[in-house]
């Protein structure tokens, strides 16, 4: 059977629709149904399946420095130097099992929100109403779809109820859909296609019938699926980064081992099986086998820290990639939304503009008039409008806000307005947003609305554009009505002021137009309230609402979350570029953008749509280079600009909770999906876990991925300068003719001490000054700068220079002697240049000598250990050294302090100075 499920059935009739897809009013029959579910497959997107554990272990070992190591293991190995071997692969087993373990944990989190598909659907087939599991859906069957269902498959609707579709997973559209069955122009965005129903949508008002256009992997949902499936992903900006990093201190070792070799060997004689024993021992030494574990410690604190911010870590590499994010691409709806309804402003009959404050579904709120509190006992006016709000609807809040609706329960709850506010409601949301102004009035605990009964409803109608209750009143029964704007004002002949009703002139109902047009441009959706009396009314119908009173307007938003604004405003301080790309409208994206401050408040048309950004790509960059709000966006067009930014050098995090913004979560350097309103497809398609889907918590944990990669880039550079002057000296000593400066087993030893103790350590650093009001760093700037030069030769100068004096000067007492001292003055030396590394730019005394009690403890902890094997006999023996007296010893730690000196000098020189 040959039926397209890519066509635009959209744009044809519904008569046409059916025949193009070979179904029946009546439904199609089983024996059909089965024999197009063999032909087109089951309705359901490709299963991921769960963790494999195994595979997870096994991609930790998938990092340049894991294979420096394993070769490295390899030589020690030969050498029949077994105590190397067993410490260099509890590293890389460490460092295996850190990253494992974090990632595990990320993963098994993100499982236990998932449930994205509808389990079962209503059709009809052999003319009979049936539910059936909703993978068994085919196309041309009759969907029957009603209020709180998920949407089983895209459909093309044939007959609407008052049926409204929640699509913002999927559009980005922050409001209900009111849907028609009229047809669409062919070229009509996704959003704008009001005849469709999609897959994994939900329907949250009225009833429907739809004939099944595309399933499974055909739906739209299916198509960004498959097209995240087809994308090839390259390695993180971080791996990048560490891999160049280990090529480069592998090159510097081999280097180093290689010129210490044939100096030995070559120009001073030494015996080949200790001259290979030794190169041996500083190749090992040189080669940072501690930094992957160093790496996946700085790694693993930084996800830790983000955690208590509700940050979840899915790709341990984010952790730092976040301190490197110049561009944040961000979602609107229910990321720098709430993705709930709420009356934000009110205009009434008195000509009083009142502002209405709170959170979310919260009770509590206040009302203002020009910056002052409303006086609510004498604003008879918007009592009604309050009355009318809150009886006027068929919506409903839990238990703990019924309560404070009617005046009980004062004590506000501080931790559940952080909760979901989806789930704090059941019904429409606008009638929702009505009931809780109503609630923040607190009328249904004033006398006399108290009284108030409802005796019968009339639900919203499209084709009638309102809604209606007969409600019982201290002056007998009213009609209470909240509807279209425009149909109210036309079916009112009076309006509501403080001495009465008056008549609604010409002159009334432009001020009420205007002001109707003022909010509507301000992106707000507008209801008006109205009322009649009712005498002798025991039930209503439509034709009963007629010669209204018009009461007010109401003007509903889906607000921007708390902080929001202060969040964006301090990625800007940070050099942080924020861009909203929203499938919402033009209008509505630039208000909020204003709101929020992505947009100055003067700036004007400053909003592209997706139609307007089919461009060659050099338009397209200058649009993206000048604008940062792009509306009624598609998946492929977030994508594009996903891709566009990404060519010019920008590390992007993109965040999203709906299906259309997967493609691009997936896309970015940083994908940050929503862990409450989230999708199942966009939480798969990231790195990261907002589990309170706070805008907020971005900031933060940018602050932590800062942190996170100085702490990197300390590490490594310490590591450096340690090991470069470590082998520097030995190039020296052989060059300058001295016997060997130190044998292979002190030299391991002088890295244990220095690189396995005090390098962990520098991993805890916290972040110093403000590192938000730093630039972002580039995405291409590497682990190793060249800027570190000058510092890396004033430390090593003062390395070596120690070292060899101390061996020189001790040579006279014998060559054990002579490498004891040297043993020493090395050691300490790189052990206070951890002090110098605390910060590339602050003095340590600046910072705080002891406000890293890490590093205080891994000092003192290295200094113990060099005692141990140069005053305990048994270790003194094993290691070849000789008892260096107390003072000596006490002189040449003192001497070593100048590193330090050294560190401050160039740090004020280069820095401060100026």
């Keep these: 059977m040959d039926i397209d499920q890519h066509y635009p059935y959209h744009s044809l009739e519904k008569e046409e629709v059916i025949k193009k897809l070979k179904s029946e009013e009546k439904g199609l029959s089983s024996e059909e149904a089965r024999q197009r579910l063999d032909q087109f497959g089951e309705n359901k997107l490709p299963d991921k399946g769960g963790i494999n554990p195994f595979l997870l272990f096994i991609k930790q070992f998938k990092d340049f420095l894991i294979l420096i190591l394993f070769i490295a293991a390899g030589i020690a190995f030969w050498a029949d130097q077994m105590a190397d071997v067993y410490i260099i692969l509890a590293v890389i087993l460490f460092n295996a099992i850190m990253g494992f373990t974090q990632e595990y944990k990320a993963e098994k989190a993100v499982q236990a929100i998932k449930s994205l598909e509808q389990k079962s659907a209503f059709v009809i087939r052999d003319g009979q109403e049936e539910k059936i599991p909703a993978e068994k859906v085919v196309p041309g069957d009759l969907m029957v779809l009603k209020e709180g269902n998920t949407v089983a498959a895209d459909g093309r609707l044939l007959e609407v109820k008052e049926l409204r579709t929640a699509e913002a997973s999927l559009t980005g559209e922050s409001m209900p859909i009111d849907k028609e069955t009229v ?14 129903v999609w897959k994994s949508t939900n329907v949250v008002k009225g009833r429907g019938k739809a004939v099944v256009t595309a399933t499974g992997t055909h739906t739209e949902i299916g198509k960004i699926a498959q097209s995240m499936d087809q994308m090839e992903m390259q390695d993180s900006n971080f791996r990048k980064k560490t891999s160049l990093l280990g090529k480069q201190m592998a090159g510097i070792a081999i280097i180093t081992s290689a010129v210490v070799f044939s100096l030995g060997y070559w120009f ?41 911010q509700n940050v979840i870590i899915r790709e341990f590499t984010a952790t730092e990639m976040m301190g490197s994010v110049s561009t944040i691409l961000t979602d609107k709806t229910g990321t720098l939304t709430q993705s709930i309804l709420v009356v934000k402003q009110l205009f009434s009959g008195s000509g009083k503009e009142v502002g209405v404050s709170g959170t979310g579904y919260e009770s509590k709120g206040d009302f203002k008039v020009n910056d002052e509190d409303l006086d609510l006992e004498n604003s008879p006016i918007e009592k009604k409008l309050f009355a009318i709000a809150a009886y006027c609807n068929d919506a409903r809040l839990k238990e703990e806000d019924r309560q404070r609706q009617d005046g009980q329960g004062e004590k506000e709850s501080e931790e559940g307005s952080e909760c979901n506010e989806a789930e704090q409601a059941e019904g429409d949301p606008n009638e929702v947003a009505m009931l809780v102004v109503g609630a923040k009035a607190k009328i249904k605990s004033m006398s006399p609305f108290d009284q108030y009964k409802k005796r019968d409803d009339l639900a919203f109608n499209s084709e009638k554009k309102f809604r209606a209750s007969l409600v019982d009143t201290e002056d007998g029964p009213e009609i209470f009505v909240i509807g279209a704007p425009e149909r109210l004002l036309e079916l009112s002949a009076e309006y509501l002021t403080s001495d009465g009703s008056k008549q609604l002139d010409d002159e009334k109902r432009k001020e009420i137009q205007d002001k109707m047009d003022e909010y509507a441009k301000d992106a707000m959706r507008v209801l008006a309230l109205g009322y009649k009396k009712a005498k002798g009314k025991n039930e209503i119908v439509a034709d009963d609402v007629e010669n209204l009173t018009w009461v007010g307007i109401t003007g509903i938003i889906d607000p921007p979350r708390d902080g929001v604004r202060e969040s ?20 509505t994206a630039a208000a909020i953008a204003r709101e929020v401050g992505i947009l100055d408040e003067e700036t004007e048309d400053t909003a592209l749509k997706t139609q307007e950004l089919d461009v060659e790509d050099d338009q397209f960059d200058e649009y993206l280079q000048n604008v940062n709000v792009f509306a009624r966006m598609n998946p492929d067009t977030k994508l594009r600009i996903a891709e566009r930014l990404q060519a010019k050098d920008t590390l992007i995090a993109m965040t999203g909770d709906g299906v259309n913004d997967a493609p691009a979560l997936k896309r970015a350097d940083v994908g940050i999906s929503m862990g409450i309103r989230g999708t199942d497809v966009a939480r798969d398609a990231s790195e990261i876990v907002l589990q309170d889907d706070n805008f907020k918590s971005i900031v933060s944990a940018i602050r932590e991925g800062r942190i996170v990669f100085n702490n990197v880039r300390i590490t490594s550079y310490f590591l450096l300068t340690t090991n470069f002057a470590f082998g520097l000296a030995f190039i020296i000593s052989m060059a300058l003719g001295f016997p060997l400066l130190l044998t292979a087993v002190q030299v391991l030893y002088v890295n244990l001490v220095t690189a396995g103790i005090v390098d962990v350590a520098l991993a805890t650093e916290p972040g110093h000054g403000d590192i938000m009001k730093q630039a972002p760093v580039k995405k291409s700037e590497k682990i190793l700068k060249g800027d570190i030069v000058p510092f890396l030769f004033l430390v090593s100068a003062v390395i070596v220079a120690l070292t060899l004096l101390s061996f020189q000067f001790y040579l006279s007492e014998g060559e054990q002697m002579a490498r004891t001292a040297a043993f020493v003055a090395v050691s300490m030396t790189q052990i206070f240049n951890v002090f110098n590394l605390r910060s590339l730019r602050l003095s340590v005394f600046e910072i705080g000598l002891f406000t890293n009690r890490w590093v205080n403890f891994a ?21 070849g050294f000789e008892n260096l007296p107390w003072a000596d010893l006490l002189l040449i730690t003192i001497a070593s302090a100048a590193i330090v000196v050294a560190g401050e000098l160039y740090k004020y020189i280069r820095f401060r100075k100026n």
């Design 568 to 587: 964006i405003q301090e990625c800007r301080t940070a050099g942080i570029r924020v861009i909203m790309v929203t499938g919402d409208h033009k209008i």
């Design 268 to 308: 001073r004689d030494y015996e080949f099986q200790e001259t290979l024993l030794v190169t041996i021992a500083v190749l090992v030494s040189i080669i940072p086998e501690g930094l992957p574990a160093v790496i996946s410690i700085v790694l693993a604190i930084g996800a830790n820290r983000m955690a208590k």
């Design 859 to 879: 000092f003192l902890g290295a200094v113990l250990l060099q005692l141990l094997v140069i005053k305990v006999p048994f270790l003194r023996e094993l290691m």
């Design 183 to 196: 047809p669409a122009e062919e070229g009509a965005p996704i959003g704008d296609r009001v005849n469709m």
